[in-house]
């Protein structure tokens, strides 16, 4: 089998093909775990949850519960520490905010069976007192994780390296090949190298429409730009992950702090930009004023590959067998990596996932969400 793109979906795809006996190559266009999966935050739960379908938190849920079996498996395998911690993730609410999520909040946490604390002003303070003083209200969740994702990547790539999985740089995949009955027989590169294969996985991310459109079939995902600030602060500075609708703050065990995000429909541009700096760094001062001081030490970017829906494309086309589709995880590749890659592996395999996957089949016809979807140019 052939999986194209390194990425996170990708890689532990293949890592669950190959462990189950598959005799699996990946293929990549660029340099392995460099793109999304690499700039990501690492947040091990959506955000803002409640604004989708209730399949998508039952996927979620059942990515996060393999997370513990992953991470000790990636440990005894690898001895790498994907740095996976439980912060636990905290929205502060201000009486200025355009959307108040508390009551969606704290019924999608009873029925999802999160505990959520509402916490006073005092109570946000003091357990976060880098916030602002403003503050009306603070709505916890205490388990939620977050994880590193070069050092998660890192770790699938040493395992997968064991496993003497073929991991082929600079191989861009242009076209996928099929035979009179339109069964998926292989892929060709830029190079002109073709490769067999009885099935084939795109896991491209962001760049999966184009190659999809090369074959003939539509599926749309587009690149969704966002820019992170890292700044550099004392280990325990901030203990959790702060989330609010104008930027987002996740500290690190080394008290290097990630703010992000920016939502950029602005194709694959590349770079970070003056005027996305100065949004970030305005949204740190008015809701974490007490990292006013911390040292601005990096910035970067990656394309997350948003769906018009939110949604990721998961399953085979019906139009095209032994392409299988991995895609469109937009905002939350990272916690849907565990499922995403035992539920396609195991399918691929021919066993039927037992969650209900129509909401993800890259056979739907796709809705637009203004609150989920892509942001529109
Ligand atoms: C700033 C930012 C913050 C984020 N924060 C979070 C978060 O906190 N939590 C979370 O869960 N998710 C988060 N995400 C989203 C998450 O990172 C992505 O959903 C996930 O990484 C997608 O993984 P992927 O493997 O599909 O894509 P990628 O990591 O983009 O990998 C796709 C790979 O395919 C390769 N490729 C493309 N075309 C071809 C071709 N034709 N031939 C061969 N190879 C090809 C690419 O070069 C690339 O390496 C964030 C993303 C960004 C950018």
């Not at 266009?29 to 604004?51: D, T």
């Not at 109570?123 to 916890?140: G, M, R």
């Not at 996928?176 to 996985?201: C, H, S």
């Not at 001081?293 to 997350?304: I, K, L, P, T, Y």
Request: proline residues 6%; glycine residues 8%; contains cysteine.
């Amino acid at each position: 089998m052939i999986v194209i793109g390194a990425g996170i979906i990708g890689l532990l795809t293949a890592l669950r093909l190959k462990q189950q006996g598959v005799d699996v190559s990946i293929l990549e266009k660029g340099k392995v775990a460099s793109e999304a999966s690499w700039a990501g935050a690492g947040i091990l739960c959506p955000i803002h949850p409640w604004l989708y379908p209730d399949s998508f938190s039952e996927l979620v849920n059942a990515s996060l519960d393999l997370y513990p079996d992953l991470q000790s498996e990636l440990d005894a395998e690898t001895g790498h520490d994907i740095q996976r911690i439980q912060s636990g993730l905290l929205i502060p609410c201000f009486a200025e905010d355009k959307v108040h999520h508390q009551a969606a909040a704290t019924r999608w946490s009873e029925k999802f069976g999160w505990d959520m604390q509402r916490l006073n002003p005092e109570q946000a303070l003091a357990v976060e007192p880098t916030l602002s003083p403003n503050v009306d209200e603070a709505l916890l969740w205490p388990d939620v994780y977050q994880v590193r994702n070069p050092e998660l990547l890192t770790a699938v790539l040493l395992y997968l390296q064991t496993l003497d999985v073929p991991i082929i740089e600079g191989s861009e995949v242009v076209k996928l090949l099929e035979d009179k009955q339109g069964q998926i027989i292989g892929v060709l590169t830029a190079a002109g190298k073709t490769y067999d294969a009885d099935a084939v996985l795109l896991a491209a991310g962001s760049w999966s429409q184009t190659l999809a459109a090369q074959s003939g079939f539509s599926l749309e995902v587009q690149p969704v730009k966002g820019q992170i600030v890292l700044l550099k602060t004392k280990p325990n500075t901030l203990k959790h992950i702060i989330k609010h609708d104008d930027a987002y703050f996740v500290p690190r065990r080394d008290g290097r702090i990630l703010v992000g995000a920016s939502m950029e429909n602005v194709g694959f541009e590349r770079g970070n930009t003056k005027e996305v700096f100065n949004e970030l760094m305005a949204a740190t001062r008015r809701l974490m004023p007490g990292l006013n001081d911390a040292e601005v030490e990096h910035q970067w970017m990656g394309f997350r590959p948003g769906s018009a829906d939110g949604l990721p494309f998961l399953g085979e086309v019906e139009s095209k067998p032994g392409l299988w589709i991995a895609t469109g995880h937009y905002r939350n590749g990272v916690a849907l990596a565990p499922i995403t890659a035992k539920l396609m592996a195991d399918w691929m395999l021919g066993v039927q996932p037992t969650l209900k996957m129509e909401d993800f089949s890259p056979n739907r016809n796709v809705q637009d969400s203004q609150q989920i979807g892509y942001p529109k140019a």
